[in-house]
């Protein structure tokens, strides 16, 4: 049985959460005072994994996380609009100064094309 629930997040600029397996983010946004997601997940479903995410403000520097960002999930305001999160989902890799790349299994395109964009001097591995 597919259910959505929702899932409190920290005000961090990197977190990890562990969510159901195959679970799929559907918004971000602010209920009470707290940030959090809703996700549809299978109800019977116990296995976890760790899934990857980047809180920014705006005007907040995304350089380094730009070639790991998988998807935009929201927008959310706090303080009257006076604060404003966007939230996106990353892809787990780290970039060297050798070169060398950690991924997971998903996100292989996008490792390649930040690869690409490395050899082409569009971004400086870290």
Do not use: C
């Amino acid at each position: 049985m597919k259910r959505i629930f929702k899932y409190g997040i920290p005000v961090a600029d990197h977190f990890e959460l562990k969510l159901p397996v195959n679970a799929e983010v559907l918004t971000f946004q602010l209920q009470k005072e707290s940030f959090y997601i809703w996700a549809i997940v299978d109800d019977p479903e116990q296995k976890t994994q760790k899934r990857y995410f980047r809180l920014a403000g705006t005007g907040h520097d995304l350089t380094e996380d730009y070639p790991k960002i998988k998807k935009y999930i929201g927008t959310a305001q706090i303080a009257s609009g006076g604060l404003v999160f966007h939230l996106f989902e990353l892809y787990k890799f780290e970039l060297y100064k050798k070169g060398e790349v950690t991924l997971s299994k998903k996100g292989e395109k996008r490792i390649k094309e930040a690869l690409e964009d490395i050899k082409r001097g569009r971004i400086v591995p870290v």
